[in-house]
Structures are given as structure tokens and as C-alpha cells.
């Protein structure tokens, strides 16, 4: 009997924190793919404001534990995460023109290191063109609300971190 290959893809990212514009991407893979592995890149060089293990567990509370969503995290390089994995297939979304140059520059580095590697890219959502987890800490930082730009879980998170409540 034939069985159905299960399609993955590999959705990597900092995710410092997540937001509703990577939520957004999530959502919408699972329409093309059987699970999405929202992989966290655990590189300390970045500084990020939340450790590895408190961003996947965010995600994981953003995403409700939907079991299609696999949320796991890497050091190294995304290459040999994929290897690991046995999924060949990267998501990356991009809001405007100026992510291309970036994301152009990744693709054909993860390309150069490993043949096999496939970047594919989706557009995101128009409501949150402008959301990125940088802007959102700054606003945070700043004493603005970003409730609707975030899930709950990580606004609340983000004012214990940054305002200590
Ligand atoms: O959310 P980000 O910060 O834009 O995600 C970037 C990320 C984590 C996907 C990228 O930096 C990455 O793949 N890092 C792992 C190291 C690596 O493989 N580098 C070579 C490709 S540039």
C-alpha cells in the first residue's frame, strides 16, 4: 500500500519574538503543507531579548499546540538543520522590497552550502507589512501598546521583560 509522504517545510527565523505577521505565514503554509517546522535560531551572538527556550515556548502558545506545527530550535547553520531534519524545503516571507537584498543574499548562501537546499517565499500579509520583532520591542521599550500586533501571550511577555510587570 502506498503511503501519503507527509510535505514539510522548514520556517526559520530569530522569532525575538514572534509576531502576527509570522503567525500570519504559519497560518497560510499550512495550507500548501502538512506541517511547518517553525525552527528558532539560537544564535547568543545576536543578543536576542528572549532565550530560545522562551521564544518556542511563545510560539508554541501562538500557535495553540496545533500539532501540525513542529516548533524546534538550531545553532549552527540552517544547512545542517535541514540535513538533520530530512527537509530540504526553507520558507522565508518577505514585506517589502527592502527585505529582498537580504533574503536574495541567504538564499544563495544556503544554496552555495548545500544543492539540495529550497527557498521559497511568501508574501506577507498586507495588515502586517510593517511589524517586525525589532519594531515591536523598540515600541514596547517606548511605552507603546502593540496588543494586535502580537499574540497575547508574547505582549505580555514583552511588558514583564522590558517593564518588569
Ligand atoms: O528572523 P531572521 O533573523 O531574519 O532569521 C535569519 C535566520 C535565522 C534564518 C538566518 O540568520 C540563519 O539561517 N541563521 C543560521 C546560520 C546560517 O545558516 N547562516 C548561513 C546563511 S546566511
Same mark, same amino acid.
Given at each position: 500500500?502506498?503511503?501519503k509522504?507527509?510535505?514539510?517545510?522548514?520556517?526559520?527565523?530569530?522569532f525575538d519574538?514572534?509576531?502576527?505577521g509570522?503567525?500570519?505565514?504559519?497560518? #497560510? %503554509? !499550512? +495550507?500548501?503543507?502538512? =506541517?511547518?517546522?517553525?525552527?528558532?535560531?539560537?544564535?547568543?551572538?545576536?543578543?536576542?531579548? &528572549?532565550?530560545?527556550?522562551?521564544?518556542? =515556548?511563545?510560539i508554541?502558545?501562538?500557535?495553540?499546540?496545533?500539532?501540525? $506545527?513542529i516548533?524546534?530550535?538550531? =545553532?549552527?547553520?540552517?544547512?545542517?538543520? %535541514?540535513?538533520?531534519?530530512?527537509? +530540504?524545503? @526553507?520558507?522565508?516571507?518577505? #514585506? %517589502?522590497?527592502?527585505d &529582498?537584498?537580504? =533574503?536574495?543574499?541567504?538564499? &544563495?548562501?544556503? #544554496?552555495? !552550502?548545500?544543492?539540495?537546499?529550497?527557498?521559497?517565499?511568501?508574501?506577507?500579509g498586507?495588515?502586517?507589512?510593517? $511589524?517586525?520583532?525589532?519594531v515591536?520591542?523598540? %515600541?514596547?521599550?517606548?511605552?507603546?501598546? $502593540?496588543?494586535? !500586533?502580537?499574540?497575547?501571550? @508574547?505582549?505580555? #511577555?514583552?511588558?514583564?521583560?522590558?517593564?518588569?510587570?
Amino acid at each position: 500500500m502506498n503511503e501519503k509522504k507527509v510535505s514539510k517545510v522548514i520556517y526559520p527565523g530569530s522569532f525575538d519574538p514572534i509576531t502576527n505577521g509570522h503567525l500570519n505565514l504559519v497560518e #497560510r %503554509a !499550512l +495550507h500548501i503543507f502538512d =506541517e511547518v517546522i517553525v525552527a528558532v535560531a539560537n544564535n547568543p551572538d545576536k543578543n536576542p531579548l &528572549f532565550t530560545a527556550e522562551e521564544r518556542k =515556548e511563545m510560539i508554541s502558545i501562538a500557535v495553540d499546540h496545533n500539532p501540525r $506545527v513542529i516548533v524546534d530550535s538550531f =545553532e549552527g547553520l540552517l544547512v545542517d538543520y %535541514a540535513k538533520r531534519t530530512g527537509v +530540504h524545503t @526553507v520558507l522565508r516571507g518577505m #514585506r %517589502a522590497m527592502s527585505d &529582498f537584498e537580504y =533574503e536574495y543574499e541567504m538564499t &544563495f548562501m544556503n #544554496r552555495k !552550502l548545500d544543492r539540495d537546499i529550497e527557498t521559497i517565499f511568501m508574501i506577507t500579509g498586507l495588515r502586517w507589512f510593517f $511589524v517586525h520583532s525589532q519594531v515591536i520591542k523598540s %515600541a514596547v521599550k517606548a511605552g507603546a501598546s $502593540v496588543d494586535g !500586533l502580537v499574540p497575547d501571550i @508574547v505582549s505580555n #511577555r514583552l511588558s514583564e521583560k522590558i517593564n518588569g510587570r
